[in-house]
């Protein structure tokens, strides 16, 4: 994992193929290799849609190794939906196969004239790139079937569906899961439509004859790997609670909290949360034959994804996910399972973000396109997205587009992308981060809800405007961190909870390369992420008036605390002051 | 006109008003009114469709009086198009009418809860607001004959067509001619999205029993104002070229400069200008039985506009403007003047920029919406607009959400406003006013083409980035000032050229104030105002990244100059260096 493969779809005769060592992005893996690339190569203020763009894919620094929980994949560029820096991670295998193909990297450069569409194919014998009309306009699902019948279940598949052709701005990648199904997004900030802008449709990756990536010391790896696996096991949210009931586990937690957005951010509590809820979910799955427990990657010991049935026991979607439970559920007044995982797996066919879907179905409803609860209204409105009508491009762009084109004043979304499933009003550190990370509007930048409600790394009041600043600030330095590592962000749980965890983490990334970190070097990293990330945004346009959360949270009070954001500017604009 | 009127619109039980002195805002006219008071009282960073943001409707310092050209109007806001300041300016009776009711601005702010649609009248008796739901989804020319109906035909009438109530971003404030026609419009930034986010679907003015606005100097402003008049008629431009062609008769000039913006700005020459020129429209007009020459308000003594009537010489519409001949022409590949006075009409009636409307036509036929060349379809699409539809509301939010909603990367906007008539990369200095203006693309706001072009006041050759910035920020100064005294900016071509006329224009300020304001106090307050806008942006989060066009202009060369916009960023950074 020593090369980056640069693949320039504006080259004359077809797309080129190169392949180049890491050279001075040495040493970096993930978010930090995917920033660093479009930090120093995209120009800031180049439109996302063009040549100049570039889509960077990359595996995590331990991926593609025995280490677990190591499947997360980056995905870089200037962002179509926010107009700044985006690094969107999925799970799913493309991240330890593209990791064992040797790959820290591809990067996706240029723009080819005409309107073919591509297909890259890499294997152990190398990189082909064919022009694929056959694929135009197919959903994330057919598209993988197609490529299976092909090329064998063996393989992993990154690809976008209709949206990302499109080039609309809630557009994700797609990344299939152990059992081949496109269920694993780089959802957020548009990533999808970076590559439908660049023709490319699918990339195919088998790494048949080839093997796991070896440490610098076997031994040491396998002994933290033990240590860091039994942390996790042992942690109540790693080891319990996201087995069992998936990150929907959050849906009573965060509605008894009284900061769970509902009827488009009216409301902090959601009269129809028990029928959505984790529990009800796993429940639900068990009797009808459906997978409570599964992981979305090989290498997985936490497994908090599952499989959804219908009432006959057929495979509907995946196990949906809290977000996507929010977002179609109480964002939009639905307490409708089986309507939710029906709009899941419509976003994962047609390839849009499943928050930015919701959150835009609240504002449409907002503007009176459909009643808040209807569930049908709400899968048709989905369906719009996919059939590219002028209604379903307008969905299609997000919650802030639709929010413009319907007149609508109470939007959701900082920097443009819309805000996840936690009212900032409730948990103000998740509001901290919404409003300054460098993503536009992100939970995962630095989840503040595990302090804030969970109490885990400390116990910072949800309510209070105290503390929250330097809550976010640390947690966003994390993140970034990790976002680098290829670990999926729950061991978050598991290593702000137990020192010896995050010691194992921090021993297998020096087992695996032979160095020396030390935590102080976990934090530098992280530091030096968001300042590469801080400063193509500056170098984009951005000002500290972007790092602000929409005007009606700090004028409209929500129930049931009735509390609005009030954390002063002057306070968020310290969160990267270090 | 020494008072404000302030309109509540938030008021518990109905609008409230209000009626205080200038204050601090004294000596302030038009565009150097709305912009202080926007500057001073509007939050930088609120919503525009918020109850924070104001309108603010101002005639200028001499409007009201025995003086020639003093009957624009200035309407203020934070823009729902550019997220910036505001002015978009109009002729018709509105200016003139309100100075005389003694109003140097109405504010209408707040926002009622409800849906009803509310009516200002104001004679002089007062002022009364009711509600007028009988007036709801009316376009401006049903509105003005339903008003003619109830107030009689001494009225002048400032509105919104549909598109206003609906808030897009491309809405319009109609004000109507003498002839009590909505045909005179600022139409710029989406002013009319803010009337209709406040509600007010009319504005109803009637001077009647009142008197011209006196002069301190009575006999030293009648002389003036014939100097200034005598200067007007002796000029080339604004004694023979406008009163005979309108301003269309710049289409042969701009085309002839290969400056003329072609499919979507693709080409800098049209095949078929001549068919579309001021000369065919006159003579079409002339030998229908329109109108040629006209004045769009009393007083004016150049009379650009006119009256475009069909075969059978019925009314169509006023006689479209070069800019909107150019949009719905050129742009579009149109060669057909009957479809583009069809469209001017239903621009006018709808309530759009017919700016913004052309080059989002032309955005949406690159999108492959309609064929370039298609006049039907282009009508249809303008339609859309009108009936609401999603495709309809993505067009009348104007060109850069149409281009983010169909993934189209060449879209011709700077701060979100399209561009104007003249093709940036072979009218350079218009470029560096499209590019830094405070008011996104916008010709008006610093006419470069009079010295690029047509020679007026110097020459600096078009296509060379030599003397560009100086030439704009000279005309963006000249300009603000101008924009203040509620003169028609025509007056530029005559007081450029003509040092007496500059003065006899000075000297009728000071002999209506009883002032001895020299040129230097003129350019002094066009500095100041272009400084307050600055600083509203600079708050509102803009920084010089926003100071630029778009990418495709810097590597893409049009014909048949192929030329590309080659100013440096640092050069037009300096524009607003004094």
């Not at 930090?32 to 040549?51: G, M, N």
């Not at 530091?527 to 004028?555: H, I, S, Y």
Request: aromatic share 6%.
């Amino acid at each position: 994992m020593d090369k980056i493969l640069r693949i320039d779809m504006s080259a004359e005769g077809g797309p080129g193929i190169s392949e180049q060592p890491l050279g001075e992005y040495a040493g970096l893996g993930g978010r930090a290799l995917t920033s660093a690339i479009v930090s120093k190569e995209v120009p800031p203020t180049c439109h996302p849609l063009s040549a100049q763009n570039k889509l960077v894919i990359a595996p995590g620094l331990l991926s593609g190794t025995t280490g677990a929980m190591t499947g997360r994949i980056s995905m870089g560029c200037k962002s179509p939906l926010t107009g700044g820096i985006k690094e969107a991670n999925a799970g799913g295998q493309a991240s330890q196969v593209l990791a064992r193909l040797g790959y820290a990297a591809i990067v996706i450069e240029g723009k080819p004239q005409g309107d073919d569409l591509y297909k890259v194919l890499i294997n152990k014998d190398g990189v082909k790139i064919v022009s694929d009309n056959g694929l135009k306009g197919l959903g994330n699902y057919k598209t993988v079937e197609k490529l299976r019948e092909e090329h064998g279940d063996k393989i992993a598949v990154i690809s976008i569906g209709p949206a990302g052709e499109m080039k609309l701005a809630a557009a994700t990648v797609a990344c299939t899961d152990p059992e081949l199904r496109p269920t694993r997004h780089a959802a957020r900030g548009g990533v999808g439509a970076v590559m439908g802008a660049k023709r490319v449709k699918v990339i195919v990756l088998d790494d048949t004859g080839l093997k796991m990536r070896s440490p610098k010391d076997p031994e040491a790896y396998k002994e933290a790997n033990k240590r860091f696996v039994e942390g996790l096991r042992k942690h109540p949210v790693t080891g319990e609670g996201l087995p069992a009931y998936g990150t929907n586990v959050l849906t009573n937690v965060i509605n008894e909290a009284g900061a769970y957005p509902t009827y488009n951010f009216k409301e902090g509590r959601f009269a129809g949360a028990a029928k959505i809820s984790g529990e009800t979910l796993a429940e639900t799955e068990k009797a009808r034959g459906g997978i409570p427990t599964h992981g979305c990657h090989r290498g997985c010991v936490i497994r908090c994804s599952g499989v959804y049935v219908d009432k006959d026991g057929h495979y509907l979607t995946k196990q949906p996910e809290y977000e996507t439970v929010w977002a179609h559920g109480g964002n939009c007044g639905i307490d409708d399972l089986d309507a939710i995982a029906q709009m899941d797996f419509l976003d994962d066919d047609i390839g849009v973000d499943t928050i930015e879907m919701g959150a835009t179905i609240g504002v449409a409803m907002e503007a009176g396109l459909a009643k808040f609860g209807d569930a049908q209204a709400a899968i048709e409105l989905v369906k719009e997205v996919g059939k590219g009508t002028p209604l379903g491009r307008i969905l299609g762009s997000g919650a802030a587009v639709t929010g413009k084109v319907f007149g609508i004043e109470r939007v959701p979304v900082v920097k443009g992308q819309a805000m996840p499933a936690y009212d900032p009003r409730a948990v103000k550190g998740m509001g901290v981060t919404f409003a300054t990370s460098t993503m536009g509007a992100d939970h995962t930048a630095g989840y503040a809800v595990v302090t804030n409600i969970l109490k885990i790394g400390g116990d910072v009041d949800p309510l209070s405007p105290q503390g929250q600043v330097e809550l976010s600030r640390n947690l966003q330095i994390a993140t970034a961190a990790i976002d680098s590592t290829g670990m999926c962000l729950f061991i978050a749980f598991a290593i702000l909870d137990q020192p010896d965890t995050f010691q194992a983490l921090i021993d297998m990334i020096n087992a695996f390369y032979g160095l020396s970190m030390t935590a102080d070097d976990v934090t530098a990293l992280g530091k030096k992420v968001l300042e590469m990330e801080r400063d193509f945004n500056r170098r984009a346009g951005f000002t500290a008036q972007q790092d602000r959360l929409p005007d009606f949270m700090k004028k409209e009070p929500i129930s049931p605390h009735n509390v609005t954001f009030d954390i002063p500017d002057e306070e968020l604009d310290k969160v990267f002051s270090w």
